[in-house]
């Protein structure tokens, strides 16, 4: 299977689409695509990286899979297609962003402009069986975003990665410190927000800070 997705990432991750474990992960996705109905749609599974192409990389917001819902996923962490009803999470995401920065909640839940802005909306595994969440896990796309989170760790600088929830915290624990801007925070899912630990992080203003101080654009939450 051809992998399709932005010359910027297969240049960047080329070593890794040649690796076994990358040719049995394929080969499960086109079998599960086959026989079941999987999300998000097979032209979508590469949507995060092909909205938010590797030289574009400002900021990265890491989550677990996708929705597992008729219609939800698009292909990028947290966000639905227009149309479709926000989440839980993503609306603890938007209230959180009002409470931040003033700004009112959108209508739609699409998060494509910021991801078309230089947010990498990254799911640690990219496709999912219908209603059965988690049904892709331990398949290979973990190494494969592991080795994502990894390049863009040693190849750019200056990058703000948010990390909410302890899956999100681990999955970042390899990020170098040094020279990228890491803010962690509870999950905004309804079970973690309302225990306190998401409301009140202000990652999109920090963000904000942290790029006009390294000189690059804002992002328009």
Known sequence: MNVE????????????????????LIDFVKEEYSQTTCYPKGNRIFAAFDHC??????????????????NQANGL???????????????????????????????????????????????????????????????????????????????????VFMLWGGFAKKKGAKVDRTKHDVLESGHPSPLSANRGYWFGNKHFSKTNTFLKAKGKALIEW
């Open 77 to 159: 962490c947290f966000s639905v297609s227009d149309g479709i009803s926000k989440p839980p999470s993503l609306v603890n995401i938007f209230k959180e962003i009002h409470n931040d920065l003033g700004k009112p909640v959108p209508e739609s839940g699409n998060l494509e402009r910021w991801a078309d802005q230089g947010v990498l909306l990254l799911n640690a595994t990219l496709t999912v069986r219908r209603g059965q969440a988690g049904s892709h896990q331990g398949k290979g796309w973990e190494t494969f975003t592991d080795a994502v989170i990894k390049k863009i760790s040693e190849e750019k600088k200056d990058v």
């Open 5 to 24: 997705i932005h010359p910027s990432w297969k240049e960047i991750l080329k070593d890794e689409f040649e690796k076994p474990y990358f040719e049995n």
């Open 53 to 70: 192409t590797f030289d574009k990389v400002k900021v990265v917001i890491i989550g677990q899979d996708p929705y597992h819902g008729p």
